[in-house]
């Protein structure tokens, strides 16, 4: 059975509604837990859609931060994870947005790849290059999943990282993206879809 | 559904978000079409590996930093309240020091405010007319200065009415550096140092005349007073009768005087097109022909008055370069806002950073010769 979207985000099965309360009121223990409980997830969120560790890392502390300063403001109308996943995809997508201009002000050879953090390569969002995606087949599966998302425009990234990496539910994306459900599912196809062509062409074979 | 709806559906089909209708239909297609049953498993591989892929962990020091950085903003909001908050004891004597600051403040700027140019007076010229209409007591200015050769009068101008006055620019013939000028003890105002002004020897008696015939006027000055719409400085009015400080006051307003603009000479004609008074025209054309190149602007305004308006050189656009100020005295204008070349009469003297004038520029005045180089020449 499936609840109606405003009961499975709204504050009545928001497990999470106590500590926020507290925190709210100047709790800074509840809120210490909140952190620890959701750290991870935030952090593979902004990892996925940045592409970069070091920059998740601090998308990440910026989210969190960022939450604590809005707690007044937050009048669980959503679910608190909701609203913290909210604030971390649009940051991960902004930083996204200035790491993309940094780099492309750097003139790319081919030869030379673009290196993230923590030594992943990053192929270049427009290519359907085969040079780049030779450079992919030597990696594992992981690091080649990477690549492909990374190959993905931003809001087929978020939609693609929720579903099939953080296993939320539809509705929830629907909340977090602030996406009708329908553009949410569209877009999943087309994120799908994209990432499969990429892993056939990078794996030889699925 | 056709075969490229199932295809689209596929992926909500295996999230198993379509409705039982649906996936009737669609497992009824797959099981006769080898594309589509390709594509289903194609797609249910590619999530497979991208659920495979590890979470990575956070970073041991994670929690701790953004707990600080928490504890920091919360410290920061508490600190901030709590000053808002103040016992009264320390909250009500800084308040009364900020109110004595600011009235402090607020006195200090106004007594610094040159007190002429506090207040707007009419000129003394036309006081003989009482309780006119302002257009008419204009006119009535403008009559008299017409034949009244501008005397210098300082005990009786108000600076602030400068602006509005266009005859103002006769009112100082003479160079504005009161220390050569004998002062006004002895009753009689003069015109400023005869002794630069050489070939107006012959206006000057004539002014002299007018002045003393004028004096009598001064009496009624305080009347005029009331005129004013300004409010009323009967204090300055008084503080003027000492000749010092009539002199003082006209350095301060010369030190002050920032030239005329464009656009207030505009503002100060009544009705285009606009034709200078005689006494003007007479003046300048008259002098015209002492003009030299190399003069100083004071030189140039005992000779023939100040300008109408003035500007900066560079303001003309190129070929004028930034090379200093330039003055001019209109005689005709057809137009406010554009200038009418062929028509409009004017002359245009250009002084470089020193103060001296490198280009004479009378343009449609008859008989009258260029000096200098032109625009542009010679650079």
């Known amino acids: 059975m499936s609840y109606p979207s405003e009961v499975i985000n709204g504050p009545a099965m928001d497990p999470d509604a106590p500590l926020a309360a507290a925190a709210q009121q100047g709790d800074l223990d509840a809120f210490e837990s909140l952190v620890a409980k959701y750290q991870k997830r935030m952090l593979n969120i902004a990892y996925r859609i940045t592409g970069d560790h070091d920059e998740a890392c601090e998308v990440a502390q910026d989210a969190f931060l960022a939450a604590f300063r809005g707690l007044a403001g937050f009048r669980g109308e959503a679910r608190f994870s909701t609203w913290l996943t909210s604030i971390t995809v649009n940051r991960s997508r902004n930083r996204l947005k200035q790491l993309k201009v940094r780099r492309s002000r750097v003139p790319m050879s081919l030869d030379a790849p673009l290196r993230t953090g923590d030594g992943e390569l990053l192929p270049d969002p427009a290519s359907g290059n085969p040079s780049v995606l030779d450079r992919l087949e030597q990696r594992d599966v992981a690091s080649k999943v990477q690549g492909c998302i990374q190959a993905l425009e931003p809001e087929f990234r978020a939609v693609i990282v929720l579903r099939d990496m953080q296993d939320m539910a539809y509705e929830e994306i629907s909340a977090v993206l602030k996406l009708a459900a329908g553009t949410v599912k569209s877009r999943l196809f087309r994120a799908r879809e994209s990432v499969k062509e990429c892993l056939k062409k990078a794996m030889g074979r699925l | ?379």
Request: hydrophobic fraction near 30%.
């Open chain 2, 1 to 379: 559904m056709d075969h490229n709806d199932i295809r689209h559906k596929l992926s909500e089909y295996l999230d198993n978000a379509v409705t039982d209708d649906e996936r009737t239909t669609i497992e009824a297609h797959l099981l006769t079409c080898a594309a589509c049953a390709d594509a289903l498993r194609e797609l249910r591989q590619t999530i497979e590996h991208l659920r495979s892929v590890e979470e990575i962990e956070p970073p041991a020091w994670m929690t701790a930093k953004v707990m600080a950085q928490v504890r920091e903003e919360a410290e920061k909001k508490n600190r901030w309240f709590q000053w808002l908050f103040y016992p009264l004891a320390v909250k009500l004597p800084l308040q009364t020091m900020a109110l004595l600051f600011l009235t402090v403040s607020a006195y200090y700027i106004y007594t610094s405010i040159n007190p002429a140019e506090r207040y707007t007076e009419p000129p003394l010229e036309g006081r003989s007319e009482k309780e006119a209409p302002k257009a008419a007591r204009r006119e009535q200015e403008r009559r008299v200065a017409e034949q009244t050769p501008a005397p210098s009068r300082p005990f009786s101008q108000k600076p602030g009415y400068r602006s509005l006055d266009m005859k103002y620019s006769y009112e100082k013939p003479a160079s504005p550096e009161p220390a050569a000028q004998p002062p006004f003890a002895d009753g009689e105002p003069k015109a400023g140092p005869a002794a630069p002004a050489p070939g107006s020897g012959a206006a000057q008696p004539d002014r002299r005349k007018t002045e003393v015939a004028d004096r009598p006027q001064k009496p009624s000055y305080p009347t005029e007073e009331a005129r004013s719409s300004a409010p009323a400085p009967s204090a300055a009015a008084e503080g003027l009768a000492s000749a010092r400080e009539r002199t003082a006051l006209r350095t301060e307003e010369a030190n002050r005087q920032r030239e005329r603009s464009y656009v207030e000479f505009i503002r100060s004609i009544e009705a285009f097109p606009y034709e200078a008074p005689t006494e003007k025209r007479r003046r300048v054309m008259g002098n015209l022909g002492q003009l030299s190149l190399g003069m100083h602007e004071q030189h140039v305004t005992s000779l023939i008055g100040r300008p109408d308006y003035a500007g900066a050189s560079e303001r003309l656009g190129p070929p004028y370069a930034a090379e200093g100020i330039y003055w001019v005295y209109v005689f005709t204008q057809r137009q406010p806002k554009f200038e009418d070349p062929q028509n409009d009469q004017y002359l245009m003297i250009f002084f470089d950073n020193s103060g001296k004038a490198f280009r004479i520029h009378p343009h449609n005045l008859q008989g009258a010769q260029r000096k200098g180089d032109p625009p542009g020449a010679g650079r």
